[in-house]
Protein backbone atom coordinates (compact mmCIF):
# COMPACT_ATOMS: atom_id res chain seq x y z
CA UNK A 1 0.00 0.00 0.00
CA UNK A 2 1.25 3.55 -1.03
CA UNK A 3 -0.20 6.64 0.95
CA UNK A 4 0.94 10.01 0.45
CA UNK A 5 -0.30 13.40 1.25
CA UNK A 6 0.57 16.81 -0.97
CA UNK A 7 -0.98 19.73 0.24
CA UNK A 8 -0.04 23.90 -0.76
CA UNK A 9 -1.24 26.22 1.96
CA UNK A 10 -0.05 29.48 3.85
CA UNK A 11 1.67 28.90 7.30
CA UNK A 12 -0.84 29.56 9.77
CA UNK A 13 1.85 30.27 12.49
CA UNK A 14 5.64 30.66 12.59
CA UNK A 15 7.52 27.29 12.85
CA UNK A 16 8.89 25.86 15.83
CA UNK A 17 12.12 24.09 16.25
CA UNK A 18 12.27 20.99 18.72
CA UNK A 19 14.60 18.75 19.97
CA UNK A 20 13.92 15.05 20.90
CA UNK A 21 16.10 12.36 21.15
CA UNK A 22 17.04 11.37 18.05
CA UNK A 23 17.08 14.83 16.58
CA UNK A 24 15.03 17.70 15.81
CA UNK A 25 11.72 18.56 14.35
CA UNK A 26 10.19 21.33 12.69
CA UNK A 27 6.82 22.20 13.16
CA UNK A 28 3.77 24.32 11.40
CA UNK A 29 0.26 23.97 10.28
CA UNK A 30 -1.26 25.05 7.17
CA UNK A 31 -4.91 25.17 6.21
CA UNK A 32 -7.02 23.45 4.36
CA UNK A 33 -10.20 25.03 3.58
CA UNK A 34 -13.37 23.32 1.89
CA UNK A 35 -16.57 25.31 0.53
CA UNK A 36 -19.51 23.31 1.35
CA UNK A 37 -22.34 23.60 -0.75
CA UNK A 38 -24.35 25.63 1.69
CA UNK A 39 -21.33 28.37 0.87
CA UNK A 40 -20.11 27.71 5.12
CA UNK A 41 -16.34 27.05 4.94
CA UNK A 42 -14.54 24.37 7.12
CA UNK A 43 -11.18 24.87 7.66
CA UNK A 44 -8.84 21.63 8.53
CA UNK A 45 -5.52 22.42 9.99
CA UNK A 46 -2.72 20.20 9.43
CA UNK A 47 -0.09 19.36 12.05
CA UNK A 48 3.38 18.97 9.78
CA UNK A 49 6.62 17.49 11.23
CA UNK A 50 9.52 18.16 9.31
CA UNK A 51 12.51 15.66 10.99
CA UNK A 52 16.28 16.29 10.79
CA UNK A 53 18.53 14.16 11.53
CA UNK A 54 21.50 15.18 13.99
CA UNK A 55 23.65 17.67 11.54
CA UNK A 56 20.80 18.44 9.26
CA UNK A 57 20.73 21.80 8.43
CA UNK A 58 17.67 23.76 10.19
CA UNK A 59 18.24 26.87 8.31
CA UNK A 60 14.80 26.30 6.28
CA UNK A 61 13.12 27.37 9.87
CA UNK A 62 14.10 31.51 9.04
CA UNK A 63 11.94 31.12 5.69
CA UNK A 64 8.97 29.38 7.50
CA UNK A 65 7.35 32.34 8.76
CA UNK A 66 3.56 33.08 9.38
CA UNK A 67 1.97 33.78 5.52
CA UNK A 68 4.51 31.68 4.09
CA UNK A 69 3.30 29.58 1.60
CA UNK A 70 4.39 26.09 1.93
CA UNK A 71 4.37 22.87 -0.82
CA UNK A 72 4.43 19.60 1.51
CA UNK A 73 4.88 16.25 0.52
CA UNK A 74 4.35 13.57 3.30
CA UNK A 75 3.18 10.48 5.09
CA UNK A 76 -0.30 11.32 6.50
CA UNK A 77 -1.21 10.70 10.00
CA UNK A 78 -4.59 10.79 12.44
CA UNK A 79 -3.43 11.53 16.28
CA UNK A 80 -6.60 10.96 18.54
CA UNK A 81 -6.21 13.18 22.06
CA UNK A 82 -7.93 14.46 24.88
CA UNK A 83 -8.58 18.32 24.90
CA UNK A 84 -8.37 20.37 28.41
CA UNK A 85 -12.36 20.52 29.12
CA UNK A 86 -11.68 16.18 28.93
CA UNK A 87 -13.66 16.12 25.44
CA UNK A 88 -12.05 13.68 22.46
CA UNK A 89 -10.12 15.53 19.64
CA UNK A 90 -9.01 14.76 16.38
CA UNK A 91 -5.50 16.13 14.73
CA UNK A 92 -4.63 15.07 11.13
CA UNK A 93 -1.47 14.92 11.01
CA UNK A 94 1.51 14.97 7.91
CA UNK A 95 5.36 13.66 8.30
CA UNK A 96 6.82 15.67 5.82
CA UNK A 97 9.41 14.14 3.41
CA UNK A 98 9.56 17.15 0.63
CA UNK A 99 9.18 20.75 1.53
CA UNK A 100 9.23 23.40 -1.34
CA UNK A 101 8.76 27.27 -0.13
CA UNK A 102 6.33 28.32 -2.81
CA UNK A 103 6.15 32.05 -1.80
CA UNK A 104 7.80 33.76 1.35
CA UNK A 105 6.04 35.63 4.17
CA UNK A 106 5.44 39.15 3.74
CA UNK A 107 8.08 41.92 4.40
CA UNK A 108 5.60 43.11 7.11
CA UNK A 109 5.92 39.79 8.92
CA UNK A 110 9.84 39.97 8.51
CA UNK A 111 11.47 43.14 8.73
CA UNK A 112 15.47 42.61 7.83
CA UNK A 113 17.76 45.21 8.93
CA UNK A 114 19.26 47.16 6.01
CA UNK A 115 22.82 45.46 8.47
CA UNK A 116 21.13 41.82 7.97
CA UNK A 117 23.37 40.25 5.17
CA UNK A 118 21.51 37.06 5.78
CA UNK A 119 18.10 37.94 5.26
CA UNK A 120 17.02 36.09 2.03
CA UNK A 121 15.91 38.53 -0.66
CA UNK A 122 12.12 38.22 -0.46
CA UNK A 123 10.71 40.26 -3.08
CA UNK A 124 8.55 39.09 -5.83
CA UNK A 125 8.67 39.06 -9.67
CA UNK A 126 6.84 40.90 -11.36
CA UNK A 127 4.78 38.16 -13.77
CA UNK A 128 4.70 38.23 -17.39
CA UNK A 129 2.08 39.77 -19.53
CA UNK A 130 0.10 37.06 -21.10
CA UNK A 131 -3.41 38.75 -22.49
CA UNK A 132 -3.72 37.64 -25.52
CA UNK A 133 -5.59 39.35 -28.33
CA UNK A 134 -8.51 37.64 -30.22
CA UNK A 135 -5.81 37.22 -33.13
CA UNK A 136 -3.12 35.08 -30.93
CA UNK A 137 -5.28 32.54 -29.71
CA UNK A 138 -3.08 28.80 -30.09
CA UNK A 139 -6.31 26.91 -31.61
Do not use: H
Not at 3 to 30: M, P, T, W, Y
Not at 68 to 87: F, S
Amino acid sequence: MYLKLIAVGRLGRDAELRSVSNGQVIRFSIPSTQRLPSGEEKTQWIECSYWRNPGESTEVLKLLKKGAIVLVEGTPGVRLYTRQDNTPGISFECRVQNLRIVSYASQDAQTPTATDSSAPDISEPTPPDLSLDDNDLPF
